[in-house]
């Protein structure tokens, strides 16, 4: 791909609307798929509209489309044929792209869609509101025309007997994938490997001993959540609607990720490379990681029971322990167990039940909302004193 310059300006050149544009890391990834539509797939470049604005076919929208591809019925009137949704070479494509593609196509009505981030690109073929996966063969215009495409086959993740998860390569995937971190004692794999099969997939039923209402489990899908540190977890999360302390509903996700040990990188410095029980919630679009719990140093293994005990001081960035520790007091004294946060007792070397699971996923849930409801109050706090 050709870089131009104007001065101390790179510049890049845009096929479709014959134009230099600024470059950019997105810009770059556009330019590259553009080639691929144009010379790969045959596609015409005046059948392709980069960077549409649907108030063009929704007034009301604000929205923005990546790409669009065109094509003309019989009558010479113009359909959107593709829709595609482009991120950074850097950042990781997850259903949260694929969902904001969707709600592009709620407008431009496209019988397909596409994600890429200039490594990787899917085409999806749209089924009622169901984005079917296609193969990742690159199909001509006149193809994708006439519907001659073929469609991939996930294997969905389902729940594992406790030989498979405790099953040596299995284990070794896990932590190959990042599941699992480079410095986390290697007798707590197996566990964490079962912990995580059964967040991920196990069956969840809904009790009434808590505040909060687990409204509905969503199941699994790969999403991405930052850190205050600036370093991201992405992959497999299981997802809940829950109502919270304020009577309000939000998606909340639950995963595990592990972290590469490092000695002296000049970011992180020295980092021991642990596994991490996180939990993040989306409000209205809007995601923040509320725990991040490091089960290396939490989990705690106990020989007379056989068993993990989870526990958590209340950590959070921005506040003492004990702030956090008085606001579960307060709303949820039951999670409180010899002045540490008790998120529930394991087995160390057996298949998690059900109800042990979905206790465990609702202790975890809880204290979730406790720590959203902390955030809350202090945002207010800052807003007060702005004013």
């Keep these: 791909m050709r870089i131009y310059k104007q001065g101390r300006k790179k510049l890049i050149y845009d096929p479709c609307r014959q134009i230099l544009l600024q470059f950019t890391p997105e810009e770059e990834v556009r330019q ?60 990781e494509l997850t259903d949260h792209t694929l969902e904001q593609v969707k709600s592009y196509n709620k407008i431009l009505n496209a019988k397909y869609l596409g994600i890429s981030n200039g490594g990787h ?21 006149s193809e994708l025309l006439k519907g001659k495409v073929e469609y991939t086959r996930y294997r969905e993740l389902r729940r594992l007997p406790y030989e498979l998860t405790t099953y040596d390569r299995y284990v070794k995937y896990l932590f190959n994938q990042n599941y699992i971190g480079e410095g986390t004692p290697i007798e707590m794999h197996p566990f ?28 699994n899908g790969i999403f991405s959540y930052g850190n205050a540190s600036g370093g991201r977890f992405s992959g497999y999360y299981r997802s809940f609607i829950v109502k919270g302390f304020d009577g309000k509903d939000y998606v909340y996700r639950i995963g595990i990720f592990g972290t590469a040990l490092l000695v002296g990188d000049p970011v992180y410095g020295n980092r021991g490379g642990n596994t991490y029980l996180t939990v993040a919630v989306d409000k209205s679009g809007l995601s923040t990681n509320l725990l991040q719990l490091n089960l290396d140093q939490f989990c705690m293994y106990s020989e007379e029971r056989s068993s ?28 409180l167990v ?15 039940s059900v109800l042990e699971g979905s206790e465990f996923i609702e202790r975890l849930l809880e204290y979730a909302c406790v720590r959203l409801q902390l955030m809350s109050k202090t945002k207010k706090r800052r807003t007060k004193t702005s004013k």
Excluded at 35 to 64: C, G, H, Y
Excluded at 317 to 322: I, S
Excluded at 338 to 352: D, Q, R, T, Y
Aim: proline share 3%; aromatic share 8%; net charge negative.
């Design 32 to 91: 590259k798929i553009l080639q691929v539509l144009i010379e790969e797939m045959n596609i015409p470049r005046e059948s392709i509209s980069t960077e549409f604005n649907l108030n063009q076919v929704d007034p009301t929208s604000k929205q923005r489309a990546d790409i669009v591809v065109w094509h003309k019925d019989r009558n010479g009137i113009e359909h959107a044929l593709i829709v595609l949704e482009l991120k950074a070479k850097h950042i």
């Design 121 to 141: 690109m899917q085409l999806y073929e749209m089924n009622n509101d169901e984005a079917v996966p296609l193969t990742n063969e690159l199909y001509t215009y």
């Design 192 to 219: 964490i490997s079962e912990l995580q099969n059964y967040i991920l997939c196990g069956e969840f039923i809904k009790g009434v001993k808590y505040q909060v209402e687990v409204i509905q489990d969503l199941s």
């Design 308 to 335: 993990y005990e989870i526990i958590h001081n209340g950590r959070r960035n921005g506040f003492k322990n004990q702030q956090v520790l008085e606001k579960v007091k307060l709303f949820s004294p039951s999670l």
């Design 338 to 352: 010899e002045g540490k946060v008790s998120l529930g007792s394991l087995p160390a070397h057996n298949s998690i």
